[in-house]
């Protein structure tokens, strides 16, 4: 009795999708900043094929979307306030939302029952209590408490810890449980 064996075709497949997926597949042969320049193209969002030279000749390379905006952990990036007009929507109670900052930390609330609760790493750092009036006046959502502060607007977020103004945390949306 002969052991058996893979098909050849699917034992190919999944060799050519391991490499797809280690991103080890065949590259047309440029420098780097000619790679990065192209990969960061603007177009439309089925141009990939255009941006990808390995998609146009079948290779099934998957292109991550790049819309120049991501926020990534530990590196620091700006972050622009929107503008205080900006439509803020309201979260369901216990909404937990994992930021990421202009100064690449990360920051958690928790937000239910008019309350923010801000967490850095593992330590929860503030519990705010929401204010209509602030609210008003600066636009999307304010908490405030204990000479602390947090204001929501869009998918931003400020957070003042009362250190003064260079301890002030912009960071960006990038999970949430709603």
Known sequence: MTPRTAHPTALAVAITLMCVLAGCGPRAPADDATQAASANAPGPAGDAAARDPGAASGDATPTAPTDGDDVLSGVPQSI???????????????????????????????????????????????????????????????????????????????????????????????SSTA
Do not use: W
């Open 80 to 174: 622009p306030l929107p503008a205080r007009t900006t439509p803020t929507m309201p979260l369901p109670d216990a909404t937990e939302v994992t930021y990421l900052c202009a100064d690449g930390s990360d920051l958690r609330v928790r937000y239910g029952g008019g309350q923010a609760r801000v967490s850095i790493g593992l330590d929860n750092v503030a519990t705010l209590a929401l204010s209509p009036e602030a609210s008003a006046e600066h636009g999307g959502e304010v908490y405030v408490g204990q000479g602390q502060g947090l204001r929501r607007i869009g998918g931003v977020v400020e957070f003042d810890p009362g250190k003064g103004e260079d301890a002030i945390r912009r960071c960006r949306e990038a």
